[in-house]
């Protein structure tokens, strides 16, 4: 673990197309985060930089939904992800977005160059075309039927049913997003990256440090490369974006998938400039002794092993990948979060309601560093509960309160123990070990050492039992004590880069420096008798199991409750209401307040919809009752189970109505 180390840190673009969920904090952004806090920890000279991700169809496709424009879209995410990263205390040096002239500058000066040196071209394709909308029609403005597993809504980019990639050419009955039509292909010109012309020294940059990657990021890397780099096309028929720094290309942009990636490095001159240092990146960028770490997602690996790399071996003199550690997914009870499917909960809803530290504890011992794992509301109270605040918080509370109590200050850690020295150096081991982990982005592995520390720490306290000894044997019981505290310094010092603000709150209250700068190996030292203990605040609260069900229940049915609201007299009349027949109807598995309806609406097979109605409705004057639904609205997961619809209700003075019909008609009528 060698000092003065230079170390780059990118932690993946958050896409700005809504709020953050659970999923991209236990991906990428938190263990950045950790791993920025531990090297300024050990001194070294640290650049950690992100951004919003602000360009891409998803954002046009929403804007033209809301009526807006795409730069409203985004910055209203980025304002949102801004917020998100706050409440979590995310350390970056800079976070920036990609929609500024700064960034468009370093962008169209990498394309420039690349076209310069040979490793762009332009070709003529075949692209997408709408009759109706005249416009060419990228990716996600193309929907229509998967070749391969025949979901009716695939992308012109990629099929959520089955993961594949696709082409719009593949489609089978393919229809414009904005207006239905079926589009025809006809010419059009665009930029090329030559990664086929590339592909010999992408190889040897990949044989030259795949060793040190995680295996995920490893296997990911090489089955890409197994089918040979083909030319990728670096532009789209779009406004919104970087422009291309040529003339005649003004209906064009350089698309996101390459613009983004470079953020990286224009966040890093921007961070100069905004430190009045214009050329102060070099030292990250063009030394060739600093280390660049990137953390993402498994999605995201190519773009970082493969992408990344090119642009930079093709642009020359820039320092490459040292290691992509990449994480598996998270899930939400048991399948992956979606932004556009309304599946998980965002950090800033959770955040309204717990504390930040809890769920940085939570996530990081949940990490799903080497496979996929899942946030399950029972195991995030456990944890809290028995290990956060039974064991850490208990810990660090009751020595302190006890030598507040017996001592007003720390007393002197004289003639130690064989017991005394035995904790000592279970301290030390633990600690470094602790280090040693993360030094190699083993995070998980890290936060394990420092709770088998609490756990040591935990029984030498009892063992010692010092309430007994006070009694007899003050010197003594002041030596155990002093030992503790130490313990509780080493305690709070490794657990810093996962729990921070709780663990700086406990050194300022025994009056102690907090983890910072090259002070890691405070961590081991005694703390000075005669410091004086003021009376110690509890770091940690108990969370109760029914207060989180009630907050997520509440949260999913102001989600659902928001599909409807706001809306104008074009998006009202393109709802489908219709009257449906309640055939079965259950208790949710998963909820207090919830029910789970089989609904016939004349499809064949009846409609499963998840309603809040329990406190207001037995299910048996539910079942047999005709009801409105909603029909054409998306679906959503309400506590791990999908609702394809939602059934209309009066409500008032506390009593809640369903809506009727006055007679019979046959399920699936149309409500007009």
């Given at each position: 673990?060698?000092?003065?180390?230079?170390?780059?840190?990118?932690?993946?673009?958050?896409?700005?197309?809504?709020?953050?969920?659970?999923?991209?904090?236990?991906?990428?952004?938190?263990?950045?985060?950790?791993?920025?806090?531990?090297?300024?920890?050990?001194?070294?000279?640290?650049?950690?930089?992100?951004?919003?991700?602000?360009?891409?169809?998803?954002?046009?496709?929403?804007?033209?939904?809301?009526?807006?424009?795409?730069?409203?879209?985004?910055?209203?995410?980025?304002?949102?992800?801004?917020?998100?990263?706050?409440?979590?205390?995310?350390?970056?040096?800079?976070?920036?977005?990609?929609?500024?002239?700064?960034?468009?500058?370093?962008?169209?000066?990498?394309?420039?160059?690349?076209?310069?040196?040979?490793?762009?071209?332009?070709?003529?394709?075949?692209?997408?075309?709408?009759?109706?909308?005249?416009?060419?029609?990228?990716?996600?403005?193309?929907?229509?039927?998967?070749?391969?597993?025949?979901?009716?809504?695939?992308?012109?980019?990629?099929?959520?049913?089955?993961?594949?990639?696709?082409?719009?050419?593949?489609?089978?009955?393919?229809?414009?997003?904005?207006?239905?039509?079926?589009?025809?292909?006809?010419?059009?010109?665009?930029?090329?990256?030559?990664?086929?012309?590339?592909?010999?020294?992408?190889?040897?940059?990949?044989?030259?440090?795949?060793?040190?990657?995680?295996?995920?990021?490893?296997?990911?890397?090489?089955?890409?490369?197994?089918?040979?780099?083909?030319?990728?096309?670096?532009?789209?028929?779009?406004?919104?974006?970087?422009?291309?720094?040529?003339?005649?290309?003004?209906?064009?942009?350089?698309?996101?998938?390459?613009?983004?990636?470079?953020?990286?490095?224009?966040?890093?001159?921007?961070?100069?400039?905004?430190?009045?240092?214009?050329?102060?990146?070099?030292?990250?960028?063009?030394?060739?002794?600093?280390?660049?770490?990137?953390?993402?997602?498994?999605?995201?690996?190519?773009?970082?092993?493969?992408?990344?790399?090119?642009?930079?071996?093709?642009?020359?003199?820039?320092?490459?990948?040292?290691?992509?550690?990449?994480?598996?997914?998270?899930?939400?009870?048991?399948?992956?979060?979606?932004?556009?499917?309304?599946?998980?909960?965002?950090?800033?809803?959770?955040?309204?309601?717990?504390?930040?530290?809890?769920?940085?504890?939570?996530?990081?011992?949940?990490?799903?560093?080497?496979?996929?794992?899942?946030f399950d509301l029972d195991e995030f109270i456990q944890k809290n509960n028995t290990e956060l605040l039974g064991a850490v918080g208990n810990y660090l509370h009751r020595v302190t309160s006890f030598?507040?109590?017996?001592?007003?200050?720390?007393?002197?850690?004289?003639?130690?123990?064989?017991?005394?020295?035995?904790?000592?150096?279970?301290?030390?081991?633990?600690?470094?070990?602790?280090?040693?982990?993360?030094?190699?982005?083993?995070?998980?592995?890290?936060?394990?050492?420092?709770?088998?520390?609490?756990?040591?720490?935990?029984?030498?306290?009892?063992?010692?039992?010092?309430?007994?000894?006070?009694?007899t044997d003050k010197g003594r019981c002041g030596t155990v004590m002093a030992t503790a505290l130490c313990v509780g310094r080493t305690i709070s010092f490794g657990l810093y880069p996962y729990i921070?603000?709780?663990?700086?709150?406990?050194?300022?209250?025994?009056?102690?420096?907090?983890?910072?700068?090259?002070?890691?190996?405070?961590?081991?030292?005694?703390?000075?008798?005669?410091?004086?203990?003021?009376?110690?605040?509890?770091?940690?609260?108990?969370?109760?199991?029914?207060?989180?069900?009630?907050?997520?229940?509440?949260?999913?049915?102001?989600?659902?409750?928001?599909?409807?609201?706001?809306?104008?007299?074009?998006?009202?009349?393109?709802?489908?209401?219709?009257?449906?027949?309640?055939?079965?109807?259950?208790?949710?598995?998963?909820?207090?307040?919830?029910?789970?309806?089989?609904?016939?609406?004349?499809?064949?097979?009846?409609?499963?919809?998840?309603?809040?109605?329990?406190?207001?409705?037995?299910?048996?004057?539910?079942?047999?009752?005709?009801?409105?639904?909603?029909?054409?609205?998306?679906?959503?997961?309400?506590?791990?189970?999908?609702?394809?619809?939602?059934?209309?209700?009066?409500?008032?003075?506390?009593?809640?109505?369903?809506?009727?019909?006055?007679?019979?008609?046959?399920?699936?009528?149309?409500?007009?």
């Open positions: 673990m060698s000092e003065n180390r230079c170390i780059f840190i990118g932690a993946a673009w958050p896409y700005a197309n809504g709020d953050l969920h659970l999923g991209h904090i236990a991906g990428c952004l938190l263990p950045a985060d950790i791993f920025a806090r531990y090297c300024r920890l050990r001194g070294y000279d640290v650049l950690f930089v992100s951004g919003s991700d602000m360009h891409g169809t998803p954002i046009t496709v929403t804007a033209d939904k809301e009526r807006i424009s795409p730069e409203e879209v985004a910055m209203r995410s980025h304002r949102s992800i801004e917020r998100t990263i706050s409440q979590l205390d995310i350390t970056y040096d800079l976070y920036t977005m990609t929609h500024s002239e700064h960034h468009f500058k370093v962008v169209q000066e990498i394309f420039k160059t690349l076209l310069s040196k040979g490793w762009i071209d332009k070709r003529v394709e075949q692209a997408p075309f709408c009759p109706t909308c005249s416009k060419f029609m990228p990716d996600r403005y193309i929907e229509g039927t998967c070749p391969h597993c025949g979901s009716k809504d695939a992308r012109g980019d990629q099929c959520d049913g089955c993961g594949t990639v696709l082409d719009p050419k593949e489609l089978i009955m393919p229809r414009c997003k904005l207006c239905s039509d079926t589009p025809i292909f006809k010419d059009t010109e665009h930029f090329y990256l030559l990664l086929s012309k590339m592909e010999p020294s992408i190889r040897a940059f990949v044989e030259e440090n795949k060793h040190r990657w995680r295996p995920n990021t490893r296997n990911n890397t090489e089955n890409f490369l197994s089918k040979g780099l083909k030319d990728r096309a670096i532009t789209r028929d779009l406004k919104w974006g970087v422009p291309i720094p040529l003339y005649g290309y003004g209906d064009k942009c350089i698309y996101v998938w390459f613009e983004a990636v470079c953020g990286y490095l224009s966040a890093s001159i921007e961070h100069s400039i905004s430190k009045g240092d214009p050329n102060g990146y070099e030292r990250f960028w063009k030394m060739e002794k600093c280390r660049h770490y990137y953390f993402l997602a498994k999605d995201n690996i190519p773009f970082h092993t493969i992408i990344w790399p090119a642009i930079l071996l093709g642009v020359g003199g820039l320092d490459l990948p040292y290691d992509v550690p990449s994480n598996e997914y998270l899930q939400w009870d048991g399948s992956q979060f979606s932004k556009s499917r309304g599946h998980g909960v965002t950090v800033n809803d959770f955040l309204e309601e717990y504390d930040v530290d809890p769920l940085r504890f939570y996530l990081s011992t949940n990490m799903p560093e080497r496979s996929d794992s899942n030598i507040h109590s017996n001592y007003g200050c720390v007393p002197p850690l004289s003639a130690p123990s064989p017991e005394d020295k035995r904790i000592l150096n279970i301290a030390r081991e633990r600690y470094v070990e602790a280090l040693d982990s993360m030094e190699e982005v083993r995070l998980k592995d890290g936060i394990r050492s420092m709770m088998a520390l609490v756990n040591e720490a935990n029984r030498y306290f009892n063992d010692m039992a010092p309430w007994k000894l006070i009694k921070p603000h709780s663990m700086k709150a406990w050194c300022r209250m025994i009056g102690i420096k907090e983890p910072s700068g090259s002070l890691w190996s405070e961590g081991l030292e005694p703390i000075p008798a005669g410091l004086e203990i003021v009376k110690p605040s509890p770091l940690f609260k108990r969370i109760e199991k029914r207060t989180v069900e009630e907050s997520m229940d509440e949260k999913e049915e102001e989600r659902m409750e928001q599909e409807t609201k706001h809306v104008s007299f074009e998006d009202f009349m393109k709802m489908e209401l219709r009257v449906g027949f309640v055939r079965e109807i259950s208790e949710h598995p998963n909820a207090d307040k919830l029910y789970v309806l089989k609904v016939d609406i004349g499809e064949g097979s009846p409609r499963q919809i998840v309603a809040g109605l329990k406190e207001h409705y037995e299910a048996k004057d539910i079942l047999g009752k005709w009801i409105i639904i909603v029909s054409n609205l998306k679906p959503a997961m309400m506590r791990g189970i999908e609702s394809n619809g939602m059934l209309l209700a009066a409500e008032g003075d506390g009593t809640v109505s369903l809506l009727t019909v006055d007679r019979d008609v046959r399920p699936g009528s149309r409500i007009h």
